[in-house]
């Protein structure tokens, strides 16, 4: 499967920890957008970058923060976590400012 | 300010009923205007996107811009249609570029 691919699925852990979501976008994207999907929020934009560079900036709390390495993978690092925080994180992937394609999800759950 | 908005939370139709899933938006440019469709544990994935025009699994969707609206419909629905299904825009100009928003989603159940 060349698709974009995310780990891990699931992920439990408690208040005040720090998560690492990873991504890995199609061959040959160079960017990829990082999207939380929670009940009360929807789904709502989080961060995009391009070819290793932040491009935009969406919803995105000052405990988050992520990075697109040489490889074009993303991680998404969570931090100081909050019960809030429980939602379904997707990655997703485009050549550039063309469709994006996501990832299955990681699920994030906050005890 | 850039939104999206679904007005049906939910939506239940019997098989082979025509199907209507509404979708407004606000946007001071010129967006581009998705339909994602979202099976129960599955990705989500592109089912339209307005400047293509054309019909996937029979699904048709047609911006209109004085309405600001792009509705999605289906003459006559399947059980398999039965998904989660989000309208989205993306951004045309600065911040908004290449972003997506999102609609709060409409899920759709067919019945046999």
């Known amino acids: 499967d060349s698709g974009v691919t995310q780990t891990p699925k699931h992920l439990i852990t408690a208040t005040g920890q720090r998560v690492t979501l990873r991504c890995s976008p199609r061959s040959g994207d160079l960017s990829v957008y990082w999207y939380q999907q929670s009940l009360d929020q929807g789904l709502q934009f989080l961060i995009q970058?391009?070819?290793?560079?932040?491009?935009a900036k969406g919803n995105i709390l000052e405990r988050f923060s992520a990075q697109q390495f040489p490889d074009l993978h993303s991680e998404l690092n969570l931090s100081s976590l909050e019960l809030g925080d429980s939602a379904l994180y997707f990655c997703?992937?485009?050549?550039?400012?063309?469709?994006?394609?996501f990832g299955p999800g990681t699920r994030l759950t906050v005890l | 300010a850039q939104r999206v908005t679904q007005p049906e939370k939910l939506l239940s139709v019997f098989k082979g009923a025509p199907v209507e899933l509404k979708c407004n938006y606000s946007?001071?440019?010129?967006?581009?205007l998705f339909w994602y469709v979202q099976y129960s544990r599955q990705r989500l994935q592109l089912l339209l996107r307005h400047i293509s025009r054309e019909s996937i699994k029979g699904f048709t969707a047609d911006l209109n811009k004085g309405e600001t609206s792009f509705h999605l419909k289906k003459p006559f629905a399947q059980e398999e249609d039965s998904a989660m299904y989000y309208c989205a825009l993306k951004g045309d100009r600065g911040s908004t570029l290449g972003r997506l928003y999102f609609g709060r989603g409409t899920q759709l159940t067919v019945w046999p």
């Open positions: 997703a992937s485009s050549p550039y400012n063309n469709e994006q394609f």
């Open positions: 946007y001071s440019g010129s967006p581009e």
């Open positions: 970058y391009y070819n290793g560079e932040e491009r």
